[in-house]
């Protein structure tokens, strides 16, 4: 059976920032059939569970493991360490389970794949991937986003 990594949240795990989940229907469809790896990089990474917001700031997610960008919480607490922690324990998870794709939550400054939060906490986007999405990537997973989220 062919693995997939997932955000847990979007598996009904309620990791995100603000204590709840994602899961539709669209991603139970999605996964059907395949072996689920769910994974949570923030939390996997040290942050708890509520935190606060956190967004790209300098960049995205390929911009923080270059070092030239950084992940920090509307109060401008500096949370990088901790994301890119999570994204390489994210990584560990997918290979060890012989992931080739990655279904991952929009927008997230973790999972985000060609959208994400602008670094202003307005709610504005810009291009960009996650840390996640990004090492996983540049490590040849296939990235996306998930739908009806």
Not at 27 to 50: D, H, K, M, N, Q
Not at 57 to 74: F, I, S
Not at 98 to 113: F, K
Request: hydrophobic share 35%; with cysteine.
């Amino acid at each position: 059976m062919e693995a997939i990594l997932v955000s847990a949240c979007l598996r009904g795990v309620p990791c995100r920032f603000d204590g709840r989940h994602k899961t539709s229907p669209e991603i139970e469809e999605t996964v059907a059939g395949r072996e689920v790896v769910s994974f949570c990089p923030e939390t996997a990474g040290g942050l708890a569970t509520p935190r606060r917001p956190a967004e790209l700031v300098g960049g995205d997610g390929h911009d923080v493991l270059d070092g030239t960008a950084r992940v920090v919480e509307d109060t401008g607490r500096d949370v990088t360490a901790e994301f890119v922690e999570g994204a390489r324990r994210a990584l560990t998870a997918a290979r060890s389970a012989g992931c080739t794709e990655a279904l991952l939550m929009a927008r997230s400054p973790s999972c985000g794949r060609g959208t994400v939060y602008d670094g202003s906490f307005t709610g504005e986007l810009v291009p960009g991937d996650g840390v996640t999405s990004a090492l996983l990537e540049r490590n040849g997973i296939a990235v996306r986003s998930a739908p009806g989220v």
